[in-house]
């Protein structure tokens, strides 16, 4: 197999492996396995073993998947790379329910929900605050996708007629497409779509439900704001750096561009994307849970029990709850309240642009 192919594929893999394999220890203290428990049994030898077992047997998966790939990847690679990563996707969901059941199993026969009062803390002024960078800093993608429209509709006819879509991981071109204004405009229209997503889930990020330990509403607060704007931070740059590999891509069409640059330009931003989202998760935690600040006074109660509205640990659904977007239970940033009728119509409004766009516009 082809070394810049293993490149990509581990490249790819590894940043998603990792991130899976350690979110016991990224998620908030509160919550273990997609179920709420009070933060001072978090570090119990029982829930310590827990999180240890997932790690390792997740590890293992994902180095199984690895060793398979290797053993009869030889061929066909750029179908085996995502089929290989889709199944690992749903192995470790898989084991992550095994440990879900144990954790609900262990919390009834604790007790844990029955032996403390419960609450549930807001804080009136905080959407006062700064949550998230401001969307006006999303002008700058916008300019990018603006420069893309112009620069394709003044050179337009030094594009050739025949243009490289699809390259292989020597660099060859495995895919042509015809030139037309479809074809020309399928990038920049690609570009705007994507700013409007991402300036959207900056939105979402200051818009989301708070989410405070009852048990030192303070700290939590404080952790609370430096985990939203410091990913808010990181979806500007992020949507920014994909444009802006859009923009690359349009102009190989006009000047000659080598076609291992194409290549290894988006692998390396690539990966310096999932690296940023790795080193991000553990220095800040869901819900900034790992960003370290002086304590201030403490009590013992819980959050407000609602493992009811959590489906599989993972899927919010709570008809009675106002809130589009909470925090995630398993896993680093947010999710969507699937009772809420709005809910569907923003993955509707998410989902089927990224289908029609390409498709309309490339026909």
């Known amino acids: 197999m082809e070394a810049l192919g293993w490149m990509i594929f581990f490249i790819t893999f590894l940043p998603i492996a990792v991130l899976i394999i350690f979110i016991p220890y990224l998620t908030r203290k509160t919550e273990s396995f997609g179920v709420s428990i009070p933060e001072e049994v978090y570090q119990l030898r029982e829930l310590a073993g827990l999180r240890k077992k997932y790690a390792y047997v997740t ?36 084991i992550y329910y095994v440990f879900h059941l144990h954790m609900k199993k262990m919390k009834a026969e604790k007790k844990w929900d029955q032996s403390r009062p419960q609450k549930l803390v807001i804080d009136s002024k905080f959407r006062s605050q700064k949550l998230a960078v401001s969307n006006a800093w999303f002008l700058v993608p916008f300019m990018i996708s603006l420069a893309t429209l112009f620069m394709s509709m003044t050179f337009y006819k030094q594009i050739p007629e025949k243009m490289p879509l699809k390259y292989d991981f020597s660099g060859h071109v495995t895919s ?15 570009q705007f779509y994507l700013t409007i997503l991402f300036t959207y889930l900056n939105s979402t990020i200051v818009k989301a439900k708070q989410q405070i330990n009852p048990a030192d509403p303070e700290t939590s607060i404080k952790q609370n704001l430096i985990f939203r704007w410091r990913w808010s931070f990181f979806n500007f740059v992020t949507g920014t750096v994909i444009v802006l590999l859009f923009f690359l891509i349009q102009l190989s069409f006009i000047v000659t561009i080598n076609p291992i640059v194409l290549i290894i330009v988006p692998i390396v931003a690539v990966c310096g994307i999932l690296l940023a989202a790795i080193i991000l998760s553990f220095t800040t935690g869901q819900g900034g849970s790992r960003v370290k600040i002086s304590k201030g006074q403490e009590n013992r109660s819980i959050n407000r029990e609602d493992d009811r509205h959590w489906k599989l640990g993972i899927f919010y659904f709570n008809p009675d709850d106002p809130a ?34 390409p498709l309309f516009l490339s026909s």
């Open 59 to 94: 590890g293992l998966f994902a180095l199984v998947i690895s060793i398979v790939l290797l053993l009869i990847g030889a061929r066909k690679q750029e179908l085996l790379f995502p089929g290989m990563i889709t199944l690992f996707l749903i192995g470790s969901f898989l």
């Open 176 to 190: 042509w497409g015809h030139k037309s204004y479809r074809s020309v405009l399928m990038l920049p229209a690609i």
């Open 324 to 357: 589009v977007w909470m925090e995630k239970r398993f896993g680093i940033g947010w999710t969507l309240n699937f009772a809420r009728p709005l809910s569907w119509l923003i993955l509707f409004m998410i989902l089927v642009p990224a289908i029609i766009i």
